[in-house]
């Protein structure tokens, strides 16, 4: 059975940063496209970044573009995702997700962030 455990949340002063970690189980991680995404009180859940089978390609919203970096590393069957200069609109819990098609895609529970002003 697939499962993405993110870890590396917590309470952070703006400005700071903050990295990140999904380890994924139960799938051949380099045939999955991985993103992050996240999800603030009250909003619905919103694209971060997302990144290629072999790390080459990488795409950001544009909130987060110049700040956040995401990477991965197939030997570990982990994703990353380093948030540098963080706003206390970055705050909100983060997901993982591991994408193949329609009906190979997966879900974390989510880490929280919090970004005090």
């Known amino acids: 059975q697939v499962r993405l455990v993110e870890s590396g949340g917590g309470l952070v002063q703006a400005g700071g940063s903050v990295r990140l970690s999904c380890a994924a189980s139960?799938?051949?991680?380099?045939?999955?496209?991985m993103g992050w995404f996240r999800q603030a009180p009250g909003n619905e859940r919103e694209f971060v970044a997302v990144?290629?089978?072999?790390?080459?390609?990488?795409y950001y919203a544009d909130s987060v573009k110049g700040r956040f970096t995401i990477s991965r590393d197939n030997a570990k069957n982990t994703v990353y995702l380093q948030m540098n200069s963080l706003k206390p609109e970055d705050t909100g819990v983060y997901y993982c997700?591991?994408?193949?098609?329609?009906?190979?895609?997966?879900w974390g529970q989510g880490t929280q962030v919090t970004v005090s002003s």
């Open positions: 139960g799938l051949t991680f380099d045939n999955y496209r």
């Open positions: 990144i290629g089978r072999y790390g080459a390609i990488t």
């Open positions: 997700n591991a994408r193949l098609n329609q009906w190979s895609d997966y």
